[in-house]
């Protein structure tokens, strides 16, 4: 009992700590079409923020100024939602909160920079500057609307493929019915 062989030892030896991603990104989350609509959305609504921010002078600059928060909004939003897609916050949410996130801020920001653009192209002077940005606004909001009825498609033909014979769980009159009738 003196050399110590009843005694075992109880501590593990210290797990190496798991190796940091630079800058803590990835792009596993988002493969193939996500990737590219996000891209998409976050290049077109800024280029909409850098044409309507060379606007010089207005002649209806509630327009103006409407589609110049909406269109940095959708940016910034956008940037955002590729940020937790792309970082470790995608973990510490959880992908159910994260694709819940997306599918219902796409839409909204969609509608949103739609009805900016559409407001801004109606008060717009028609100088090249603000038809640029007006153009790029519309892109953006394809862009938004593309992501959504993609999505919307997929979760459809998901819940349809996950669906059962018997949605309701109902019984039958077969079902109803013992299986040894004894008199």
């Given amino acids: 009992m003196e050399n110590g062989a009843v005694?075992?030892?109880t501590t593990e030896p210290e797990a190496k700590a798991p190796r940091r991603r630079p800058f803590g990104c990835t792009l596993q989350h988002l493969r193939g079409w996500r990737l590219t609509a996000k891209v998409v959305q976050a290049i077109f609504s800024f280029l909409a923020v850098v044409c309507e921010e060379i606007v010089d002078d207005c002649i209806?600059?509630?327009?103006l100024y409407f589609f110049e928060f909406i269109s940095c909004s959708a940016f910034l939003l956008s940037l955002l939602i590729?940020?937790?897609?792309c970082t470790d916050m995608y973990e510490s949410l959880g992908?159910?909160?994260?694709?819940?996130?997306?599918?219902?801020?796409?839409?909204a920001i969609g509608a949103w920079l739609l009805l900016a653009s559409i407001v801004f192209?109606?008060?717009?002077?028609?100088?090249?500057?603000?038809s640029a940005a007006c153009v790029f606004g519309f892109f953006a909001t394809f862009a938004f609307a593309a992501e959504?009825?993609?999505?919307?498609?997929l979760r459809r033909k998901q819940n349809v493929d996950g669906c059962s014979e018997n949605p309701g769980?109902?019984?039958?009159a077969t079902e109803n019915q013992p299986l040894n009738k004894q008199s």
């Fill in 95 to 107: 992908k159910e909160k994260v694709q819940k996130l997306n599918f219902w801020a796409v839409p």
């Fill in 148 to 153: 959504f009825g993609t999505e919307f498609f």
């Fill in 121 to 130: 192209s109606a008060t717009c002077s028609g100088s090249a500057v603000e």
């Fill in 82 to 85: 590729l940020c937790v897609y």
């Fill in 60 to 63: 209806y600059c509630s327009g």
């Fill in 169 to 172: 769980n109902t019984q039958s």
């Fill in 7 to 9: 005694y075992n030892e």
